[in-house]
């Protein structure tokens, strides 16, 4: 059967990986696709390849559609390897193609498969005929790799937005309308949180670019399509590239024999007194992804662990140096937990969450298991803290 056309003569030619759980340390128990997309006209063009295990599934799919050798044109919108993995199968199996492609792209994929490929630099604002329709590159660097762009058919009125707008979500239908979109939206936070955060600050310009398309779809490279909800998932970036937040504070620790666990539960309830919204996470690296993207949105963190051969939990120390390439700016935290007959864990967990870029405030601890009188402190600690983040 014929692949889906998700336009006249637009066929949707990605995968659908319905069993990776886990996306080089992110979670993803929805699944991922990689998406993909062959433009039929005078001149044929494929949009993106597709990670190099799943390369002959995409070539079959082509081939259902016209032989590959009458494919003329392949545009890289980003080298990373889930997009670019497929590449040496195509260039070996459609042999009139070039690759449309930035210069900073040209760099990485003849570093990634060797020289390889017969490509043709594109800069901005850069434009092909392909009969009926054209494509307009635009390159958006470091949204998410410095060889990253995305490709705009004024004709279809689609944007084919690499990364941006994705969500790491497998579903059996293309499109937003289509499909249960909460989960989308929901999957798109978790994305934009743990891949995009750390360049937040250049999203507003790309979404105002954006805007200023007349648009009908955005194709991301993972997920289904938007087309009904376009001006929501613009919002929503504009809202997590700008760091607004709701009045919520997340609470992630982890405990050795529950005295930081009995100091988590008192905070929560002190942040709770004073009115704040609050969430607890005792940590786990499989909500490493799912805890971030609450981060995102979060005005305070607090990050709690007890000592350990005079450090913080290894457990605490991996979640800490996440936070500090993610980079969550623009959010007060401080630091909690127990220790023995020396500390060391506090001191750590402030060092780090000074290196994230969070506004460093005092925190709190005490020595072994709390007593009565360093609870009621903890729950005095959590509800000044909340004071201190709502500015009430």
């Given at each position: 059967?014929?692949?889906?056309?998700?336009?006249?003569?637009?066929?949707?030619v990605?995968i659908?990986?319905w069993?990776?759980?886990?996306?080089?340390?992110?979670s993803?128990?929805?699944?991922?696709?990689?998406?993909?997309y062959l433009?039929v006209?005078?001149?044929v063009?494929?949009?993106?390849?597709?990670?190099?295990?799943?390369g002959?599934?995409q070539?079959?799919d082509?081939?259902?559609?016209?032989?590959?050798?009458?494919?003329?044109?392949?545009?890289?919108?980003?080298?990373?390897?889930d997009?670019?993995?497929?590449l040496?199968?195509?260039?070996?199996?459609?042999?009139?193609?070039?690759?449309?492609?930035t210069?900073?792209g040209?760099?990485?994929?003849?570093?990634?498969y060797?020289?390889?490929?017969?490509?043709?630099?594109?800069k901005?604002?850069?434009?092909?005929?392909?009969?009926?329709?054209?494509?307009?590159?635009v390159?958006?660097?470091?949204?998410?790799?410095?060889?990253?762009m995305?490709t705009?058919?004024?004709?279809?009125?689609i944007?084919?937005?690499?990364?941006?707008?994705?969500?790491?979500?497998?579903?059996?239908?293309?499109?937003d309308?289509?499909?249960?979109?909460?989960?989308?939206?929901?999957?798109?936070q978790?994305?934009?949180?743990?891949?995009?955060?750390p360049y937040?600050?250049?999203?507003?310009?790309?979404?105002?670019?954006?805007?200023?398309?007349p648009?009908?779809?955005?194709?991301?490279?993972?997920?289904?399509?938007?087309?009904?909800?376009?001006?929501?998932?613009?919002?929503?970036?504009?809202?997590w590239?700008?760091?607004?937040?709701?009045?919520?504070?997340?609470?992630?620790?982890?405990?050795?024999?529950?005295?930081?666990?009995?100091m988590?539960?008192?905070?929560?309830?002190?942040?709770q007194?004073?009115?704040?919204?609050?969430?607890?996470?005792?940590?786990?690296?499989?909500?490493?992804?799912?805890?971030v993207?609450?981060?995102?949105t979060?005005?305070?963190?607090?990050?709690g662990?007890?000592?350990?051969?005079?450090?913080m939990?290894?457990?605490?120390?991996?979640?800490?140096?996440?936070?500090?390439?993610?980079?969550?700016?623009?959010?007060?935290?401080a630091?909690?937990?127990?220790?023995?007959?020396a500390?060391?864990?506090?001191?750590?967990?402030?060092?780090?969450?000074?290196?994230?870029?969070?506004?460093l405030?005092?925190g709190?601890?005490?020595?072994?298991?709390?007593?009565?009188?360093?609870?009621?402190?903890?729950?005095?600690?959590?509800?000044?803290?909340a004071?201190?983040?709502?500015?009430?």
């Open positions: 059967m014929k692949p889906q056309e998700i336009a006249k003569d637009i066929y949707d990605g659908r990986d069993t990776c759980s886990d996306f080089h340390g992110f993803t128990p929805r699944g991922v696709t990689y998406n993909s433009i006209d005078e001149k063009c494929l949009i993106d390849g597709v990670k190099a295990p799943f002959p599934k070539l079959y082509i081939s259902e559609v016209l032989p590959p050798e009458k494919v003329d044109y392949i545009v890289v919108n980003h080298v990373e390897p997009h670019s993995g497929s040496p199968l195509l260039a070996k199996a459609c042999p009139n193609a070039t690759m449309l492609i210069p900073q040209a760099n990485e994929l003849k570093e990634h060797g020289d390889i490929f017969k490509l043709q630099i594109v901005k604002g850069d434009t092909i005929k392909l009969g009926k329709r054209s494509l307009t590159f390159p958006i660097p470091m949204l998410h790799w410095p060889d990253s995305v705009y058919c004024p004709e279809e009125q944007l084919f937005s690499s990364d941006a707008f994705g969500q790491h979500y497998c579903c059996s239908k293309r499109f309308d289509e499909t249960e979109v909460e989960n989308m939206f929901y999957e798109a978790r994305y934009f949180a743990n891949i995009l955060m937040a600050k250049l999203v507003p310009n790309a979404v105002k670019l954006v805007r200023s398309l648009l009908r779809m955005i194709c991301s490279c993972h997920g289904s399509i938007w087309r009904s909800h376009i001006n929501d998932i613009l919002d929503k970036y504009e809202a590239g700008t760091g607004k937040t709701l009045d919520r504070i997340i609470v992630v620790y982890d405990s050795m024999w529950g005295g930081t666990a009995a988590a539960a008192a905070i929560m309830d002190g942040i007194a004073q009115g704040m919204r609050a969430k607890l996470y005792r940590y786990d690296s499989s909500l490493k992804a799912v805890i993207s609450d981060i995102l979060a005005k305070g963190l607090l990050v662990s007890p000592t350990q051969n005079g450090v939990m290894p457990t605490m120390g991996a979640f800490m140096m996440y936070l500090k390439g993610l980079k969550p700016m623009g959010k007060k935290a630091a909690f937990g127990t220790f023995g007959w500390g060391g864990a506090q001191k750590e967990l402030e060092a780090a969450i000074t290196a994230s870029g969070m506004e405030l005092p709190y601890n005490c020595k072994w298991r709390p007593l009565p009188a360093d609870i009621k402190a903890a729950e005095k600690f959590g509800y000044e803290f004071q201190k983040v709502s500015g009430k």
